[in-house]
């Protein structure tokens, strides 16, 4: 089974720019989770898309959004890039569902590195 | 609310040596527990996971991890060390009802000295 797969893995953009991230979960996975990674702050959830609804949230602003595809694909866009948004962003997928101990469990891609500039 | 504490951020060890990663956790919900490992310029692997049953579980790469109740603790383990486990490894919760949230401490870099 192929896992996560994260595209583009680097990424540069400039201040006041938009990017969109795009991540595949693993095949049957209908859950997938976006993270921040940074230096100061650690790795931070910004948020979760099951069967294409955002399903729970972290405490992001709203230049932070995603979506998710009847496939399961989700991206994420990051509008009016600050420089603080430098960071790798990790996506997760998990098999989801309401039910069975299993839907908790993530699996991690490889993520993307954006450098804003 | 939940949050993690990793009790130490880096530490140094010799090859064939035991190691003790502590983790800490404080949840308001009953919560299932992780230990992560990220490689430089990698994402992360599971290493292990506690969900329900026996405290004491076993990972890969010869790793162990004892869940403590009463102590809300989650501490992973090695009885040998090797050079290729030098890492940061991440300890995480996850809440019952949130399953695609997972809730990270801030990491403790492990290095191994030959």
């Known amino acids: 089974k192929a896992g996560v797969t994260q595209t583009p893995r680097y990424l540069i953009k400039t201040r006041g720019q938009q990017v969109t991230l795009s991540c595949s979960p693993i095949?049957?996975?209908?859950?997938v989770s976006w993270y921040q990674q940074t230096p100061g702050q650690g790795l931070q959830f910004l948020f979760e898309?099951?069967?294409?609804?955002?399903?729970n949230k972290g405490n992001f602003p709203g230049r932070f959004s995603g979506r998710q595809f009847s496939n399961s694909r989700s991206e994420m866009n990051v509008s009016t890039l600050e420089l603080g948004d430098s960071a790798l962003y990790l996506c997760?997928?998990?098999?989801?569902?309401?039910?069975?101990?299993?839907?908790?469990?993530?699996?991690f891609g490889a993520g993307t590195r954006l450098s804003v500039l | 609310a939940q949050s993690v504490t990793q009790l130490d951020s880096q530490v140094p060890v010799f090859e064939e040596a035991p190691v003790e990663l502590r983790c800490n956790y404080s949840?308001?919900?009953?919560?299932?527990l992780f230990w992560y490992v990220q490689y430089p310029n990698q994402g992360l692997q599971l290493l292990l996971k506690?969900?329900?049953?026996?405290?004491l579980v076993k990972g890969i790469n010869g790793f162990e991890a004892e869940f403590n109740k009463s102590q809300t603790s989650f501490h992973l383990r090695k009885p040998s060390v090797h050079i290729s486990d030098t890492a940061e490894y991440f300890c995480?919760?996850?809440?019952?009802?949130?399953?695609?949230?997972?809730?990270f401490g801030q990491g403790t870099e492990l290095s191994v000295k030959p």
């Open positions: 997760a997928s998990s098999p989801g569902g309401l039910a069975g101990i299993a839907k908790n469990i993530q699996y």
């Open positions: 095949s049957g996975h209908r859950s």
């Open positions: 898309y099951f069967s294409e609804t955002q399903r």
């Open positions: 949840s308001s919900v009953s919560v299932y």
């Open positions: 506690y969900l329900s049953g026996s405290t």
């Open positions: 995480a919760v996850s809440p019952y009802n949130q399953g695609g949230k997972l809730i």
